[in-house]
């Protein structure tokens, strides 16, 4: 049961986000990130976008090691996820982003069979870097993502 609440959770609070005042949501332009606070198995997931005429234009998705490397960059750690998860950060990682930005941070994201922590720790960044996109707040959002 806490697992559903805990997944529940980041979408109750991006439906308040959006609900707003009257329904509307208008995003202020510039670039927001949040990004995950402790390392999870040796990396720490982020979200960055960049808001250009109200509208969201860019997502990153992904994750660094301590020492900055990107997480889907790293061909070993690919290969062995692939083999056992049946996807690999550099795939999940584009179709977290890709739905959120055709979606806008308006529609629900579909979870990725393989990839389920990183949805997880995806909806709550989402909410938060979302947050920061509503007040124009540039500074880096710090979320607690476990799980």
């Not at 606070?37 to 090691?65: C, D, R």
Request: hydrophobic share 35%.
């Amino acid at each position: 049961m806490k697992r559903i609440f805990s997944g529940l959770l980041p979408a109750l609070l991006l439906a308040v986000l959006l609900a707003g005042c009257g329904g509307a949501t208008k995003l202020q332009d510039g670039y927001y990130t949040a990004q995950a606070l402790e390392f999870s198995h040796g990396w720490k997931e982020y979200i960055t976008i960049m808001v250009k005429g109200g509208k969201i234009v860019s997502v990153e998705y992904n994750a660094e090691n301590p020492s900055g490397f990107i997480k889907s960059w790293d061909n070993a750690y690919m290969q062995n996820m692939l083999h056992s998860n049946g996807t690999y950060p550099n795939e999940y990682t584009r179709y977290y982003a890709g739905q959120f930005l055709e979606g806008q941070g308006k529609e629900e994201i579909d979870a990725l069979t393989g990839a389920t922590s990183s949805y997880n720790s995806f909806q709550k960044l989402m909410a938060a870097v979302l947050e920061q996109a509503q007040e124009g707040d540039s500074s880096i959002a710090v979320v607690d993502t476990s799980h």
